[in-house]
């Protein structure tokens, strides 16, 4: 019997390491003004990535920033750098934002004809190739790249801004996407991006996704910290 409760939660706690989803705080939503206290609050909490938009005016209706700023974010960051770029002709800064640091470059499909090549000049810098879909792209179209992709992130708002209201459309998407993973076998993990926070991430886990983009729900919180906290948290009770 002791041996059995013993092995049981051996198991449960393999279980919950491996299955253990990541919290990527969105820098967007960061005060600028004091961009390296929101660094060394990131690098001090229990959030796993910083996910960093690129935005350039031309395939998202806003500006954000580029190379230099995330080079910078780069020499005070402790953790890996997921760089989410809404730019159009995303092929030509591949190895420049790999160069500045980023670990995860991800490239929206909308923006890519060559999507294939692309990712594969991703992988080419080492960094891990990640996919992004508007709102209204089916994730079908993803099939026949599953297997050169790393992650595929769904956007749960029409990218461009911070702040935004999730769309509920999203969790379906999430868990087709999922199913089209689970079916092949392919090591694809699910990032979910935009209007994420407390009040849906238990639904966008459950629904198949690995890792929580959250700008606002983070930053714009009285306690940041304690916040990403309870997100990594969401989902140990089940454990
Ligand atoms: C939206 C960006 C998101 C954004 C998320 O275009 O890709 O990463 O920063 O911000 P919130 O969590 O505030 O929706
Ligand atoms: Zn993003």
Redesign the pocket.
């Known amino acids: 019997m002791q041996i059995y409760l013993h092995l049981h939660s051996l198991y449960n706690a393999i279980k919950c390491i491996m299955s253990k989803h990541l919290i990527a705080p ?1 820098v ?2 960061a005060d600028f003004g004091n961009l390296q206290r929101d660094i060394e609050m990131i690098n001090d909490s229990d959030a796993d990535w910083f ?1 960093l ?1 690129v ?1 350039d005016g031309t395939f ?1 209706p ?1 500006i954000s920033y580029g190379q230099p700023i995330i080079k910078i974010i780069n020499q005070h960051a402790q953790k890996p750098l997921d760089v ?1 770029l ?1 730019i159009q002709s995303p092929e030509k800064y591949i190895e420049q934002f790999r160069d500045v640091g980023a670990d995860t470059i991800t490239v929206h499909y909308e923006a890519c004809p060559h999507l294939h090549r692309t990712l594969q000049q991703i992988a080419d810098t080492g960094a891990n190739a990640g996919v ?1 879909i508007n709102p209204s792209t089916n994730v079908s179209l993803l099939e026949d790249v599953l297997e050169i992709t790393d992650m595929i992130c769904i ?1 749960s ?8 209201k ?1 769309i509920y459309q999203t969790i379906p998407k999430i868990k087709k996407l999922k199913e089209m993973i689970d079916t092949r076998n392919a090591k694809t993990i699910i990032e979910v ?5 407390l009040q849906n991430a238990e639904a966008i886990l459950q629904a198949g996704a690995r890792v929580l ?6 930053f714009k919180s009285e306690n940041p910290k304690a916040t990403i906290t309870r997100m990594k948290n969401i989902g140990n009770e089940t454990f």
């Open positions: 969105s967007l939503a996910h938009d935005m998202v806003n989410h809404m992004a956007m708002v029409n990218p461009g801004f911070g702040g935004q999730f991006d935009g209007g994420v926070g983009v959250a700008g606002s729900s983070v």
